[in-house]
């Protein structure tokens, strides 16, 4: 599939009907290209644990959304979920932020000959520059979500960048960090441009995200040909301490290999 930009930057595709895929990013992925890492109900889904801790609603505007997000998750159990305006009766907000997505109209993607191809194998010095950086939310299992690139000085890891949400037509850049002792080198503007190189090469548009209080890290992103698209609210919750009456759940979970479970109807159904 070619790329619908030239070399010199990128560009939005088509906005299908029905709403643009990156106003909802982490459904889009769950119920798109990384449905196989996805366990769901109904109109709600959640990554698989130590992959990435969001949960999505098809429509958050929407109470039964809300309320299969209910079921999947447990009673009195913590979610992520973005973005949100409202936020249901009886679920309990623990903290939330701001945060901006970007997408990619001018940026230079080009391969960096000195990045190496990290995976689980090289997980322990993954958390350890994390550790070090605190780029944002890395499980032991993030890894899993793409192509991640290091840069390596002296055998250590020093910086690295990675993908992380994959949906129709659009990658998520993330993971973007540089040890402190390596920074004004430039290292994190290489890694970028060469994940989006290989994002680039499958037909895809690279996009980010970012805090929205994060001013050096979007102040980086517009410089190299990013654009400020959106902002949206996130929020950390805790799901209603009571079960949900009359619902049966059945998690819908996909892997190679292995037969989907179909989740059982409600009572009545729906």
Known sequence: MAHPNDARGGG????????HPLDNAVWAALDGPHAHLAERYGRAARYRAELYAFAALADPADPAAWTDLHILAGPSATV?????????????????????????????????????????????????LVARTRPGPFLTRTVELGTYLG??????????????LRLPGWTEISAVCTDPAHRGRGLATRLVRAVAAGIRDRGDTPFLHAA???????????SIGFTLRRRSRIVHLRTPGTTVPGRALSVVTRSAGRTPVRPAPPEGGR
Do not use: C, S
């Open 12 to 19: 939005a595709p088509t906005v299908p009907p029905g709403g």
């Open 80 to 128: 992520r979920v973005k973005p949100v305006d409202r936020v249901p009766d009886g679920w309990e907000p623990l903290a939330e932020g701001e945060g901006v997505q970007l997408v990619d109209t001018a940026l230079r993607a080009e391969p960096a000959p000195e990045t190496v191809r990290l995976g689980p194998a090289d997980l322990p010095d993954i958390l350890d």
């Open 151 to 164: 840069i390596r000085h002296h055998g250590r890891l020093i910086a690295m960048a990675g993908e992380r």
């Open 212 to 222: 929205a209080d994060n001013t050096p890290a979007i102040r980086l992103y517009e």
